[in-house]
């Protein structure tokens, strides 16, 4: 492939479903963003919210994962904000874990409010997936929603959502222009995902 740039993103994560997602998530994004790169995501690093949020920890493990980048790319940290605002949170984050990549070449994303908001801002491209309606709509705010796995689970009658087998399913084919359109998180994810991707 002697026209093909390499990318890679090394990503650092809270949730089972997010180790799966993510990686093809990002894939999706650089099929967008530059056809022509070949990205490599490692495995991603999980680790829960509380530990990271603790000192040292997430330091030593964006070291862990930068170490794992090679050329263009960088080290992605994606958890969700739960009750927390990102605009006071995602700073502090991101100040941290450039203590352990100083070059730059990091991003810091926190889902509002969670990953799965993302899926409720492109609801209707859900429609007729894995026992959902075949007709669903978004809701009017879906960050504002506090149990984005739940309003899943109540679509498809009661059977319950599933991070390990869902996330990875619906982030393979939700809309992700409706969903930058109604979740600002996910479009501040696409937009680190792409800086990161061009180097």
Not at 97 to 125: I, K, Y
Request: aromatic share 6%.
């Amino acid at each position: 492939m002697p026209n093909t740039r390499k990318a890679t993103i090394a990503c650092i994560v809270e949730g089972h479903g997010e180790v799966q997602a993510l990686p093809l998530l990002l894939r999706r994004v650089a099929a967008e963003v530059d056809p022509g790169v070949y990205l490599v995501v490692p495995s991603p690093y999980r680790v829960n919210r509380s530990a990271l949020l603790r000192p040292g920890i997430l330091e030593e493990v964006a070291r862990i994962q930068g170490n794992r980048v090679t050329g263009t790319g960088g080290v992605l940290l994606l958890i969700d904000a739960d009750d927390d605002c990102p605009a006071d949170l995602a700073p502090e984050l991101l100040v941290r874990t450039m203590t352990a990549q100083p070059d730059g070449r990091v991003a810091v994303v926190l889902a509002n409010r969670e990953f799965e908001a993302w899926f409720l801002a492109a609801a209707p491209s859900l429609a007729g997936h894995r026992e959902l309606p075949e007709v669903l709509e978004a809701p009017q705010d879906p960050e504002a929603i506090r149990g984005a796995k739940e309003w899943l689970g109540a679509k498809r009658a009661g059977r319950p959502y599933k991070e390990t087998s869902d996330q990875a399913a619906f982030a393979a084919v939700f809309d992700m222009k409706a969903a930058r359109e109604k979740s600002p998180s996910f479009d501040k994810f696409w937009r680190e995902a792409e800086r990161l991707l061009r180097g």
